[in-house]
């Protein structure tokens, strides 16, 4: 498997990253709620990266990108509305369309984990996924997340969407 990184997003990306989310664009789709037609311009991509890197100054988020080895955008790694207090993050994530199946993802996460607990000292991960992508779901479940009741996954939905619930403790070791 071919190596990636983790890194913060900057407003620097911006070109980059509005490549990758418009090529992605209808694959994404499939599979979360769709960005607003504004996203997909240079405004919109610099608006969202300056609201997530306000969030990251805060404390309140990590926005990532994940790079190949020669430095290409190949998905993106968050976490937000961390609680520094308690402890807690969501996770999210998104890999290119050409890039699924390789072990990328897994590996992604793997890593998120390693630098939420030890860079951030985070305790907990949460995580939300659509029935319609079991994909991640299995991600999710090789990462050591642990499905939640049908009744916290409910109290996690965003719209009229449902989603399944996972949550991760980074004081145990992952398989």
Known sequence: MKTITIRLLTLADCPALLDFETRNRGWFEQHVAPRGEAFYSQAGVLQHIAELLAAHAQGRGFPGLLLDETGLII???????????????????????????????????????????????????????????????RVLQKCGFERLDPAASAALQRGDSPLIAYRCRLDRPAD
């Open 75 to 137: 998905g993106r790694i968050n976490l937000k509305d961390m609680d520094l207090q308690t402890g807690v993050a969501e996770l999210g994530y998104r890999l290119d369309q050409d890039r699924v199946g390789a072990g990328l993802a897994t590996a992604a996460v793997r890593q998120m984990k390693a630098l939420a607990q030890r860079q951030l000292g985070l305790q907990r991960l949460d995580a939300v996924v659509s029935p319609a992508n079991p994909a991640s779901a």
